[in-house]
């Protein structure tokens, strides 16, 4: 394959449109920072079935800059610390999961798991409710997913599912369970917000959407706003609340699976991990829990469970970003070449940057001690070449809950439990016998950067 250089064209025609690639620190700077290019138009095609087009991940503008303002605050580090015992309590009811397949001895596929958990700690972090997925049928979970099985960018190459007649239909129905759902949590939060609960002494441990509301009537105050908001707030929140359970739940997933997945095949890296968990909670694995809660800032003293994560998230991103040019903006490489976006797809793709031996030494190998050397190390991270959540005003606003999620999870389940691929028993009931790999790796990701077959593991007990 000729070496084409971190920024070059490809055109996908006639299945899709053509596409800028932009894969260095440098040029990525220029469309997501120095100049964020609107994001690309499709995109919004393909959130619409779920957001109705209101998302502040596809918002441009006045509009998005409000609503992302909003929504800011429930998302930052200091107050998701408030909200961790939600995330506690729904990695309890992981464990018990795991337990029970456990004593089971049965094949499970991560992913399923891992999905159901993230769409509990959204539940709680967001809309302060239980969404008991991991337990039991959930009409907005069930709704949701569904409707991501129906959506489409519109470059499918068959052609019945392209243009499959049944898909408006079916988004339809499944937009109607969802927003029937989303509607009686938000009707439960605003009652309270009008009854018992006051605007100004807010508890610390107000949920995602307690906090955009407090906002949100805190710009239109007076009890005449308060009463006419209904529908602006109310229109503008079910998109985002459906938003955050698509994309965090997803994300989150894909990425505590490949957590499990690397550390099964580096023991060396499990072994320190662990260390480390006992040397800040202790022996006592009973204990780890309410210690979490009661001092969740202990998160914080475990620099290398992080890079466990950060080297993880290199590794295996889960999300890209899609931009659209714009006339009369070019990027510009690292050798001064001018590259025009007008028409372009222009597309952020981490998974090129983040295994690019330009940036990184040994870029195909799992090292999480490269996020624990000094700067003018050689394994130390250049800067700009880490963008599993990208950078600028368009970054990904769920990244610290993201990040706290999987140190909560790997902090009560690694040292608990042995979770094993089992990729080899799996391909010997496959009747062609075929196995693929990519870069060698089984684990591969596949669309929406998943692991490949979600995942399959068997569970036991770590012996200590």
């Known amino acids: ?33 120095e100049h964020s290019l609107p994001k690309y138009h499709a995109l919004k095609a393909f959130l619409r ?8 991940v596809t918002m441009e503008g006045q509009t998005w800059k409000t609503w992302r303002g909003i929504f800011n605050p429930g998302f930052s580090a200091s107050h998701l610390m408030t909200l961790t015992s939600g995330i506690v309590e729904e990695t309890v009811r992981f464990c018990d999961v795991l ?6 001895q ?89 009854g018992k609960e006051s605007l100004q002494p807010a508890k610390r441990n107000k949920s995602v959407i307690d906090l955009a509301l407090t906002a949100y009537l805190s710009e239109h105050s007076g009890e005449k706003a308060i009463q006419a908001m209904d529908s602006t707030f109310k229109t503008f929140a079910m998109s985002q609340i459906k938003l955050f359970l698509f994309s965090g739940h997803d994300t989150t997933s894909s990425s505590i699976c490949y957590i499990f997945y690397i550390l099964s095949v580096n023991p060396s890296a499990l072994s320190r991990a662990c260390a480390e968990h006992d040397e800040i909670f202790g022996l006592d694995l009973d204990k780890t829990a309410s210690l979490v809660i009661k001092n969740p800032f202990l998160l914080n003293q475990l620099p290398y469970t992080l890079a466990v994560i950060k080297e993880t998230l290199r590794m295996y991103p889960a999300v890209s970003s899609t931009r659209a040019g714009e006339p009369g903006f070019n990027v510009t490489d690292d050798q001064g070449r001018q590259f025009p976006t007008d028409g ?20 195909d190998d799992f090292i999480p001690e490269r996020w624990l050397v000094p700067p003018g190390d050689p394994l130390h991270p250049v800067k700009g070449a880490w963008r599993p959540f990208e950078y600028g005003p368009r970054n990904c606003i769920g990244q610290e809950l993201a990040m706290v999620e999987m ?9 608990r439990f042995d979770i094993k691929p089992v990729y080899e028993e799996l391909d010997r009931q496959k009747p062609s016998g075929k196995v693929r ?28």
């Open 106 to 194: 049965t094949i499970l596929h991560m992913k399923d798991l891992t999905d159901n958990l993230a769409m509990d700690v959204i539940g709680r972090v967001v809309l302060d409710t239980q969404l008991d997925s991991q337990r039991q049928r959930n009409p907005l979970v069930d709704g949701l997913r569904m409707q991501i099985r129906w959506l489409t960018f519109g470059a499918d190459v068959n052609p019945i599912e392209r243009y499959n007649p049944l898909r408006p239909l079916v988004h339809w129905y499944n937009t109607r369970r969802m927003n029937q759902y989303v509607s009686r949590e938000l009707n439960s939060r605003m009652t309270n917000f009008q």
């Open 407 to 415: 140190k909560i999870i790997m902090v009560m389940t690694l040292r």
């Open 99 to 104: 337990q029970t397949h456990l004593q089971n």
């Open 1 to 33: 394959m000729p070496d084409l250089g971190p920024v070059y064209y490809l055109d996908t025609w006639p299945f899709g449109p053509q596409i800028l690639i932009v894969a260095s620190p440098g040029s990525l700077y220029q469309i997501t920072q």
């Open 437 to 464: 790999t990519v870069h060698g790796e089984r684990g591969y990701q596949i669309q929406r950067a998943q692991p490949s077959d979600d995942l399959p593991c068997r569970v036991d007990k770590v012996i200590r």
């Open 344 to 363: 372009f797809l222009v597309w952020a793709n981490p998974q090129l940057i983040q295994r690019d031996p330009a940036y990184w030494l040994r870029p």
């Open 49 to 56: 079935p779920i957001t109705d087009g209101l998302d502040i």
